[in-house]
């Protein structure tokens, strides 16, 4: 690989001049940021938080075209592994701020004896713990820090329920900037451990994410640091947006049927459909699209709650508690667009129990040696509830996300 050329990185920065044959390294197709709701467009090569009229996440938007003149699928899926071999569809401009501690490509695993149990011919896991920091947040945080850093960013905030905080704390170790986490104190053990491990600073919160929340964009202001919130900045979206590409490969290019996510801030299911979108332009994927899942906990269901009452908006979840960290997101920032996924897909919502929880992660580890996290453990008691109601067939292929590992429990 040739080194990297400073006149035409700054071109490329400037004026998104496309250097990818210069390079042989691909390029990023980002063009701007949109607002969903107002759909006014943002210069996407400043640092964005969200549109404050519609308080509102910002979308990235790409050159599709441009995209499918430079690269096909078969050469992505030939690139060495990890989330990066998507690089055109994904906002980092420059090789050196493409992070990695070795994210993304988790396995996709069949699960046949828990398949046949629920009476489902294809039922598949999609494990995301064997992520960096056990989790699924680490495509996020990768792609965020490392587009915030190329921005000109270097110090960094963040709420957490446990394990963003974990994951954006390794992230800006490995690129050598500051880190300061905000998580309730109740929040697991493993998560207070690893940021401590990290070296970035730990702010114990008494109270929820939401009090996190209030109390790191006070830090971010009185600061100026980078306020890595869920849904406040575009592009942790666009990290976990891979997961819905993988899937697409893994399926061969014709998604499967049903898609089951534990849905907390909603990223991972509003980025999969984000993918799915962009699949769409780009001629890779037909038409057909996965009914798309929502499963939280009985505790703390604001999503499931609007999704029953029809409701474009999801009120603060009064009390939320569960054990499930990551779902204990009582106030959902993104709250149309995760409503708006749900009604364009056909999908549903659901809630299950913190016992219904428990149950399943010993169901998962016995039957399928998957040591998943409650919050993915969910997702199989969220399915036993909609195989009950035959919302499901059994011939269709559905997908569990497992999140995060059990580990980070003990
Ligand atoms: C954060 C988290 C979730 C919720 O993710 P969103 O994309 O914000 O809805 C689910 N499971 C685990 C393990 C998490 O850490
Ligand atoms: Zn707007």
Same mark, same amino acid.
């Given at each position: ?5 400073l ?23 980002l ?23 519609c308080?509102?996440?910002l ?8 995209a ?9 899926s030939? +690139?060495? $592994?990890g989330?990066w071999?998507w690089?055109?569809?994904? #906002?980092? @401009? %420059? =090789? ?16 046949p004896?828990l ?24 495509r ?5 820090v ?49 940021v ?6 730990l702010q114990?919160?008494d ?11 006070e830090?971010?202001? +009185?600061? $100026? ?6 849904f406040?900045? #575009?592009? @942790? %979206? =666009?990290?976990?947006?891979t ?22 801030g909603?990223t ?16 890779w ?17 604001p999503?499931v ?15 939320a ?7 204990r997101?009582p106030?959902v ?9 749900l009604?364009?897909?056909g999908?549903?919502?659901v809630?299950?129990?913190?016992q219904e929880?428990?149950?399943a992660?010993?169901?998962?580890a ?11 453990a969910?997702?199989l ?9 035959d919302?499901?067939r ?10 995060g590992?059990?580990?980070k429990?003990?």
């Amino acid at each position: 690989m040739k080194p990297p050329h400073l006149g035409c990185e700054t071109a490329r920065i400037k004026e998104g001049v496309n250097c990818a044959i210069l390079f042989e390294m691909p390029s990023s197709t980002l063009t701007h940021l949109e607002c969903p709701e107002c759909h006014r467009k943002f210069t996407a090569d400043r640092v964005q938080t969200f549109c404050t009229d519609c308080r509102s996440p910002l979308l990235a938007r790409y050159d599709l075209a441009a995209a499918s003149r430079s690269v096909t699928r078969d050469q992505i899926s030939g +690139r060495r $592994r990890g989330l990066w071999r998507w690089a055109e569809l994904l #906002p980092v @401009r %420059l =090789e050196r701020f493409r992070l990695t501690l070795g994210e993304g490509d988790t396995p996709l695993l069949p699960a046949p004896r828990l398949g046949a149990q629920l009476g489902l011919k294809n039922l598949f896991i999609k494990d995301e713990s064997s992520n960096p920091t056990s989790s699924f947040k680490a495509r996020g945080l990768a792609v965020a820090v490392g587009r915030a850093l190329e921005l000109g960013r270097k110090e960094f905030v963040i709420p957490t329920a446990g394990n963003a905080g974990g994951a954006l704390a390794f992230y800006a170790a490995r690129a050598g900037a500051r880190a300061h986490i905000f998580m309730p104190k109740d929040a697991p053990r493993a998560n207070q451990e690893e940021v401590r491990a990290s070296g970035a600073e730990l702010q114990l919160v008494d109270g929820l994410i939401s009090d996190a929340a209030r109390l790191a964009g006070e830090a971010a202001r +009185r600061h $100026r640091w980078f306020d890595v919130s869920t849904f406040k900045e #575009p592009y @942790r %979206l =666009e990290g976990k947006k891979t997961m819905g590409l993988e899937l697409a490969e893994a399926f061969g290019w014709d998604l499967p049927d049903v898609i089951l996510y534990p849905t907390g801030g909603g990223t991972g299911l509003v980025g999969m459909w984000k993918a799915f979108a962009e699949l769409g332009s780009l001629g890779w994927i037909g038409a057909g699209r996965p009914r798309m899942v929502t499963v939280q906990a009985d505790g703390c269901a604001p999503i499931v709650r609007a999704f029953q009452e029809g409701t474009p908006r999801a009120e603060p979840w009064e009390g939320a508690q569960t054990l499930a960290a990551g779902l204990r997101v009582p106030a959902v920032f993104a709250d149309r667009l995760v409503l708006r996924v749900l009604q364009e897909s056909g999908g549903t919502a659901v809630a299950v129990s913190d016992q219904e929880m428990l149950t399943a992660q010993g169901e998962m580890a016995q039957m399928e040696g998957i040591f998943a996290a409650p919050e993915g453990a969910a997702t199989l008691a969220g399915l036993r509830r909609l195989r009950e109601q035959d919302w499901i067939r059994p011939t269709e292929r559905v997908v569990l996300f497992n999140t995060g590992s059990g580990l980070k429990y003990l």
